[in-house]
């Protein structure tokens, strides 16, 4: 996006994507004007760098605390409208027309900010120097004043000298008494009643005096400054309040810009990486031919990322995926989940095709993270997080599960990750994609629940592990953790044990010699039994010593 109004709706469109199909296919619509239409785009974008952020600057304006260099940036974003509006009118499409028609004429907004605010405002909006000149006359009378009082004073004084035939009149000033005409005492039977001379001062060799018309210029030059100021603050005021009116026109505009700027950077994105239009179906249908991650993508540089396919109909929803770690299954689940979510809200998706189902919700439970500080386990936050997926999901729901039942003992790991999946594939019947490294569990797909085997592919290279990022039909038979192991480089001597480790189990069931090691230790706890047996003589023992012995052999026995 290219103005943070744009950016923000952006992200309310990914925090709450589209359910109905009929709201997602109009964002579609103008989605696919923007990608067809690229000089139209390119001319709306550069307009869009010119915006600043009137969603903001309304707000600021709607709570009183916006400065003078607010409302210049509102001045030069409104200013730019009209060409915005003419490029949307120049797709020529009924639902750029509808966005065009809504960016009404704020002409009158940018004129009134103009006419009274200086093109390089200040921050602070009551020390003056903000409104320009010639907006009000009282505001330049005081600036001429400030700025032409000296002037004033000898043009005054000369006035005086011809009107009274006192030439050597002057015009004074001091801290104590203001500004004075001065007379000497020679001069005085010159000074007439009509001249409104009041006294002010005796000095030894000459009378000061004051009229009305210099008493009230000395209240001016004095207080100018001051007066500017707060004259300057009171029109500003004025001018945000006549603003403060109509900020719902502005906030109503910045809403379509905030459209405009999705729209583009959406179209944007489809046009340079290849994305396409998706399509929806009312079946449980999700079909998506070479699809990718949008993200890893762009990390990796275009044509490095190996798409997959998705293919899940009403018969096999839940997909059990297994394989190598590193192999590309939790990536495989996570571009799903971008697909559906970049689909919903209204943007084509990095596939070739995609035809989906529209989802109420996601549920995701992908990699481990311990909730120390309220004591909480990897398992135990697994377990939770499982546990609002299967209370919440719906028929219409996507669940992506990624190795539960990892965090805890093997078997019961697989016990809890074997239940999980007959539930929801048995309770729930959402489309699930669970990743999984107990290869036991591939049995299921026999079991007609509706489960379908996936494997990322991977083969061995002269002892290499090669990852082939594919995945593929069936179940994968083994994971390939030594080799992973090796990659990492852990010691020679490490990996070679492991993988004599591995073939002793592979050989044995772990299962079955567990219960022989059972067995075992059963045995030698009745030999104790009957070592002691053997040393008695029941014959030998009378009642009470065979009472005796009885409670011996229960004891051994606990």
């Known amino acids: 996006t290219k103005s943070a109004m744009g950016a923000r709706l952006l992200k309310n469109y990914i925090d709450r994507p589209l359910l109905k199909k009929e709201a997602i296919e109009e964002r579609l619509d103008i989605v696919e004007i923007f990608t067809q ?8 974008k550069e307009i869009l760098k010119e915006i600043y952020d009137l969603e903001r600057l309304s707000s600021r304006i709607a709570f009183g605390n916006i400065n003078a260099r607010d409302l210049k940036w509102i001045s030069s974003s409104l200013k730019v409208l009209p060409e915005l509006k003419q490029q949307l009118y120049s797709f020529n499409e009924p639902l750029t027309d509808q966005l065009a028609n809504q960016i009404i004429d704020l002409s009158h907004i940018t004129k009134l900010i103009d006419d009274a605010i200086i093109d390089n405002p200040p921050l602070t909006i009551k020390e003056g120097n903000i409104i320009k000149d010639h907006f009000n006359e009282e505001l330049d009378e005081l600036r001429y004043l400030r700025d032409h009082g000296k002037q004033w004073l000898v043009d005054f004084e000369q006035k005086e000298r011809e009107k009274t035939g006192i030439k050597n009149l002057k015009v004074g000033y001091n801290r104590v008494f203001g500004y004075y005409i001065e007379v000497t005492k020679g001069s005085l039977d010159l000074v007439k009643d009509e001249f409104e001379y009041t006294r002010k001062q005796s000095l030894s060799n000459a009378e000061r005096f004051i009229t009305p018309e210099l008493k009230d210029m000395e209240s001016k030059i004095l207080s100018a400054q001051d007066k500017i100021q707060k004259l300057e603050y009171v029109l500003f005021t004025q001018v945000r309040n006549e603003i403060k009116k109509e900020v719902h026109l502005i906030q109503d505009v910045s809403k379509i810009i905030a459209r405009v700027d999705v729209y583009q950077s959406l179209a944007m994105l489809a046009s340079e990486n290849s994305y396409v239009r998706p399509v929806f179906n009312d079946q449980k249908i999700m079909d998506i031919k070479e699809g990718r991650h949008g993200v890893i993508e762009k990390v990796m540089g275009h044509g490095k990322y190996v798409p997959n396919d998705v293919s899940i109909d009403e018969n096999s929803p839940v997909v059990l995926i297994t394989g190598p770690n590193m192999g590309g299954k939790s990536t495989y689940m996570r571009q799903v989940a971008l697909i559906v979510i970049m689909a919903q809200i209204g ?3 990095p596939a070739k095709y995609a035809n989906l189902t529209i989802f109420d919700q996601i549920f995701t439970r992908i990699g481990a993270s311990d909730d120390l500080i309220s ?5 135990m936050v697994e377990m939770l997080e499982a546990n609002n997926a299967l209370r919440f999901a719906s028929e219409k729901s996507l669940i992506l599960f990624d190795e539960i039942g990892r965090g ?15 539930y929801i ?9 669970f990743s999984t490294h107990y290869h036991e569990l591939t049995f299921l797909e026999d079991k007609g629940l509706g489960i379908q085997n996936v494997h990322a592919s991977a083969r061995v290279d002269n002892d290499h592990l090669v990852f082939e990022y594919l995945i593929k039909k069936g179940r994968s038979n083994k994971s390939y953790g030594v080799n992973v192991a090796k990659l990492a480089k852990l010691p020679d001597e490490v990996i070679n044990r492991a993988n004599l480790v591995l073939e002793t189990l592979e050989e044995n069931n772990v299962e079955d010699r567990l219960i022989e090691e059972k067995q075992v230790q059963v045995i030698e706890k009745e030999s104790e039994v009957e070592k002691y047996l053997k040393t008695i003589d ?3 023992l009378s009642p009470l010593d065979a009472l005796s012995t009885l409670i011996e052999l229960k004891k051994l026995v606990k």
């Open 37 to 44: 239409q690229f000089i139209q785009r390119e001319s709306i």
């Open 347 to 349: 943007s084509f998706v």
């Open 375 to 379: 004591g909480q386990s990897t398992f």
């Open 408 to 422: 805890t003992a093997t078997f019961d790991g697989m016990a809890i990750a074997q239940a999980m999946i007959e």
């Open 425 to 433: 594939a048995s309770e729930i019947h959402c489309m699930t994609l």
């Open 538 to 540: 029941p014959m030998a």
